[in-house]
């Protein structure tokens, strides 16, 4: 079975652009979240969608958005980037939204703002 | 405002030895702990996981610890390998049985096992 997917997996922007990242989750899989990673601030969790229903958000501003779409891929979108914003960004997708269902990762999408 | 925090950015041991990984976490609704591991250019996978309800877990080489009352867990891989040479990652949820998607990360342990 396919694990998740990213794309693209590395991306090189200007302060100012937007960007759109995506995910492919397992197949199967109807929930997916996206999380932040930065040295030394381990992951930050962005936001978790279901059924193309956002269920949950972090504390990023609203320059972070995404969707679900009907056959459970994602996409998140920056807009207007900062060079703050250069990170790994990592999508990861499970079964539904039980507790006790793991989590499967992705390799992530590099973002490097310049 | 971190709620779970791993102190220690790395960690060397030696092969055979045991590795020992700590977590605090300040949230006291966290009710579900997990351990990741990651290797460079890859994502995060799943380790082992411990219910507010348990104080202990165990699978295989890794055992996870929990002491709800100092807000604490620690992970523990007897005997360490270079295999698991990684970085460990604990993380907590929050908010009841169907609040799986959304994970609390601490920053991270870079493990380093020496043969």
């Known amino acids: 079975k396919a694990g998740v997917t990213q794309t693209p997996r590395y991306l090189i922007k200007t302060r100012g652009q937007q960007v759109t990242l995506s995910c492919s989750p397992i197949s199967g899989h109807r929930s997916v979240s996206w999380y932040q990673q930065t040295p030394g601030q381990g992951l930050q969790f962005l936001f978790e969608y279901f059924s193309e229903t956002q269920r949950n958000k972090g504390n990023f501003p609203g320059r972070f958005s995404g969707r679900q779409f009907s056959n459970s891929r994602s996409e998140m979108n920056v807009s207007t980037l900062e060079l703050g914003d250069s990170a790994l960004y990592l999508c990861a997708s499970q079964r539904g939204v039980m507790l006790k269902e793991t989590q499967y990762f992705g390799p992530g999408t590099r973002l490097l703002v310049l | 405002d971190q709620q779970v925090k791993q102190n220690s950015p790395s960690l060397s041991v030696q092969e055979g030895r045991i590795s020992i990984l700590n977590c605090d976490y300040t949230n006291s609704m966290f009710d579900y702990f997990l351990w990741y591991k990651k290797y460079p250019a890859e994502g995060p996978t799943f380790l082992i996981s411990i219910s507010s309800i348990k104080d202990k877990n165990e699978d295989g080489r890794f055992t996870v610890f929990l002491n709800k009352s100092a807000k604490h867990l620690s992970l523990h891989i007897v005997p360490s390998q270079p295999g698991d040479s990684a970085v460990y990652f604990c993380?907590?949820?929050?908010?009841?049985?169907?609040?799986?998607?959304?994970?609390?990360f601490g920053q991270g342990t870079e493990l380093s096992v020496k043969p």
């Open positions: 993380a907590a949820s929050a908010g009841g049985n169907n609040q799986g998607g959304k994970l609390i």
